[in-house]
Nanobody
Framework: VQLQASGGGLVQAGGSLRLSCTAS????????MGWFRQAPGKEREFIGA????????VYGDSLKGRFTIARDNAKNTVYLEMNSLKPEDTAVYYC?????????????????WGQGTLVTVSS
């Protein structure tokens, strides 16, 4: 499975962005999908994950309330809506496919990764 992330760019603090991640095909086992980010000099951080049918979601504690995950299985696409962006949200954002149908915050449980899309928030 190949993942193509898009939608990153430069935005002012307080603004919004929507990232998209499209998979080359649907996985056979209805895998969950997640978003992570990595800022320069920092470890990869879990943002959130969504089940294959969109009914279950889990978010990182520090981001809950500003970021929302959704998916459209007809388009093999998962979205990350980001609001009230802050300069500290500047990072490369990655989407990933989980190894199973359950949700996890643990990066090694994700088996396919996109190339990342850069989000820069200016103050």
């Amino acid at each position: 499975v190949q993942l193509q992330a898009s939608g990153g760019g430069l935005v002012q603090a307080g603004g919004s962005l929507r990232l998209s991640c499209t998979a080359s095909r649907r996985t056979a086992s209805n895998n969950g999908m997640g978003w992570f980010r990595q800022a320069p000099g920092k470890e990869r951080e879990f943002i959130g994950a969504i089940s294959w049918n969109g009914e279950r979601k889990v978010y990182g504690d520090s981001l809950k309330g500003r970021f929302t995950i959704a998916r459209d299985n007809a388009k093999n696409t998962v979205y990350l809506e980001m609001n009230s962006l802050k300069p500290e949200d500047t990072a490369v954002y990655y989407c990933a496919v989980h190894r199973g149908s359950y949700l996890s915050t643990y990066a090694p449980n994700y088996i396919y990764w996109g190339q990342g899309t850069l989000v820069t928030v200016s103050s």
